[in-house]
């Protein structure tokens, strides 16, 4: 069975930056997309970011040209690098992988909780 690890979460000011990681414990080329979800306390969870197999990326009108979703496939892992954070990025960032071989389905990791100061 898959599993993802998040890291990098952490406490910062607004206008600084954080860098979350996604460690899997397989090929992240075997997946359709990749992505990062972020949920705050009393909402739903949002997409922030997804990186498909073929390398291209979208992002949530919010964060673009603020945030970066990247992937080294050497090291399975897919980086989020956000940047001019804002107080409303607060959230629990959670990494998602999406497969649609053999069946469909998606792998979650545990969050890593990133919370931005005014």
């Known amino acids: 069975q898959v599993q993802l690890v998040e890291s990098g979460g952490g406490l910062v000011q607004a206008g600084g930056s954080l860098r979350l990681s996604c460690a899997a414990s397989?090929?992240?080329?075997?997946?359709?997309?990749m992505g990062w979800y972020r949920q705050a306390p009393g909402k739903q969870r949002e997409l922030v970011a997804q990186?498909?197999?073929?390398?291209?990326?979208n992002y949530v009108d919010s964060v673009k040209g603020r945030f970066l979703i990247s992937r080294d496939n050497s090291k399975n892992t897919v980086y989020l690098q956000m940047n001019s954070l804002k107080p409303e990025d607060t959230a629990v960032y959670f990494c998602?992988?999406?497969?649609?071989?053999?069946?469909?389905?998606?792998?979650w990791g545990q969050g890593t909780q990133v919370t931005v100061s005014s």
């Open positions: 998602n992988a999406a497969q649609s071989w053999p069946r469909v389905y998606a792998f």
């Open positions: 397989g090929s992240i080329s075997s997946f359709n997309a």
């Open positions: 990186i498909t197999w073929g390398g291209s990326t």
